[in-house]
Each structure stands twice: as structure tokens, then as C-alpha cells.
């Protein structure tokens, strides 16, 4: 096991990375982001049942397990396969999760490949207390830091103000407005290099 210090984006955060045989972990003041496993799909699939919290995902579909179980296989395999993905987002100090964060290509985006996107889903319930902002500049400065990629966009629909915020307090920078490439609604695209 190696130790290594990683710098925070921001100076209320205080993180540690510690490099582990196949897995990542990213201590923050008040979360710890570890990769997403298979065991994770209940507590997962529960939250993307939440329609409020499904809102601005897509057009707000409601995934069935297998559909749940699909995505998570997909973001599991991404870490082997290109060395970043999704984190769960676990509070402490009772562990339990309460989310994802982290830094994907958007290949459901293809004008915007392959520059990654970061991303966050916070359990509705702790909406408001800082997490996803937390968990979201520590995922950002690992990309940009340990993972060396030189861009990081974020995007979100033009209704999820609260997403756009988060961007802001991470230090991403408005880039330009487009139309989501399926659904056709507009999406504020967010941009932050290294």
C-alpha cells in the first residue's frame, strides 16, 4: 500500500489519496469516495427510484434493477478499463452511502467526447448540506491531479440551478449553452483544466 497527499481544490476541504491494490480511496472532512462495487446496487437502486432525484437525469426515467445493475457494471468495468469512474459517496462516521460522484466520458454525448464529465448524485434527504460539493471537488482533483486529465467538463440542465452552483464552488467556468443531443432541452456546459 502506498500513501500519497493530495492538495484540496478548495481550503475547507482536507483530502488524503490513498492508492490501494485496485482501489482509490479519497477521505474528505466529512465523506469517503471509494469506487463503485456490485455490492452497492441496493442502496443505489433505491436512491434512483427517488423520481425528484431522477429529475434532471435524462428525461427522468426510473431504472429497473436490471437497468441499475447494467449502469453499475458499466461504471465498475470503467476503473479497470480507463483508471477513473463514479466514487460511492459513504458519510462518516456511520459509512453509510449516500451517493456517487466522480469523472466519466459523457458517451451519451458524443459532440462532447472524449473530454470527461463530472458528475453527482446526493440522496435527496441531505440535499442542501454541502456533500455534493464536498465529494464533488475531491473527484475533480483527482481526475485533474493523480489521473492528469487536462480538462474536465460538467454539464447539467438549465432547470438543476443548484448543479450550476456546485460547478461554480469546485472552480468550473461557464463555457456555452446546447440542446441535450436526444432530448433536446438546454444544458449549461461547465469547463475547468488543469
Known amino acids: 500500500m502506498r500513501s500519497r497527499s493530495v492538495r484540496a481544490r478548495r481550503a475547507f476541504l482536507s483530502l488524503q489519496s490513498i492508492t490501494v491494490p485496485a482501489e482509490v480511496i479519497l477521505d474528505t472532512e466529512h465523506l469517503k469516495l471509494r469506487p463503485l462495487r456490485m455490492a452497492d446496487l441496493e442502496p443505489l437502486h433505491h436512491l434512483r427510484q427517488d ?3 431522477m429529475r434532471y437525469m435524462s428525461d427522468g426515467h426510473l431504472p429497473d434493477r436490471a ?8 461504471h465498475v468495468d470503467l476503473w479497470d478499463a480507463e483508471g477513473f469512474s463514479l466514487f460511492a459517496v459513504e458519510r462518516k462516521p456511520d459509512g453509510r452511502l449516500i451517493g456517487w460522484t466522480g469523472v466519466t466520458k459523457p458517451h451519451w454525448f458524443p459532440e462532447m467526447m472524449p473530454t470527461p464529465e463530472i458528475g453527482w448524485f446526493i440522496d435527496r434527504e441531505l440535499w442542501g448540506q454541502g456533500f455534493a460539493t464536498e465529494g464533488a471537488a475531491a473527484a475533480l482533483h483527482f481526475a485533474l491531479g493523480d ?3 487536462e480538462r474536465v467538463i460538467g454539464i447539467y440542465n438549465t432547470e438543476n440551478a443548484a448543479s450550476g452552483r456546485v460547478m461554480e464552488k469546485i472552480g468550473m467556468t461557464f463555457w456555452k449553452e446546447v440542446p441535450h443531443p436526444r432530448f433536446g432541452f438546454p444544458l449549461r456546459i461547465y469547463e475547468v483544466s488543469r
Request: proline share 7%; charged share 30%; glycine share 0%.
Open 51 to 53: 423520481p425528484e432525484m
Open 67 to 74: 437497468e441499475t445493475r447494467l449502469w453499475l457494471q458499466w
Open 147 to 149: 489521473v492528469k486529465i
